[in-house]
Nanobody, 116 residues
Framework: QVQFVESGGGLVQPGGSLRLSCVAS????????MGWYRQVPGKQRELVAR????????YYADSVKGRFTISRDNVKNMVYLQMNSLKPEDTAVYYC?????????WGQGTQVTVSS
């Protein structure tokens, strides 16, 4: 079955950086547009960034534009999210999934906490 495993989260001070990784299995990864999503308690899961199957077409939410960079490696079946200039409001659980997302594809996510 399809599985996404996220890693790389942690506790970081405001202004710091983290790089999230997601490894995919069980699907023809190189054919799919991929996205990074995040969720905070009490709010809906939101799309943060999206990357096309070839890595050319990208989308960023306004709240992260200029600070986050999404990339992928179709040989390794991985998608990454480089997060710079982190803010407390970036605190959330981060997930990867296809885009459009599939509700049966969610992994466990990785917690990012931005706090001094």
């Amino acid at each position: 079955q399809v599985q996404f495993v996220e890693s790389g989260g942690g506790l970081v001070q405001p202004g710091g950086s983290l790089r999230l990784s997601c490894v995919a299995s069980g699907l023809s990864f190189g054919f799919y547009t991929m996205g990074w999503y995040r969720q905070v308690p009490g709010k809906q899961r939101e799309l943060v960034a999206r990357i096309g199957s070839s890595g050319i077409t990208n989308y960023y939410a306004d709240s992260v534009k200029g600070r986050f960079t999404i990339s992928r490696d179709n040989v390794k079946n991985m998608v990454y999210l480089q997060m710079n200039s982190l803010k407390p409001e970036d605190t959330a659980v981060y997930y990867c999934n296809t885009n459009p997302r599939r509700e049966d594809y969610w992994g466990q996510g990785t917690q990012v906490t931005v706090s001094s």
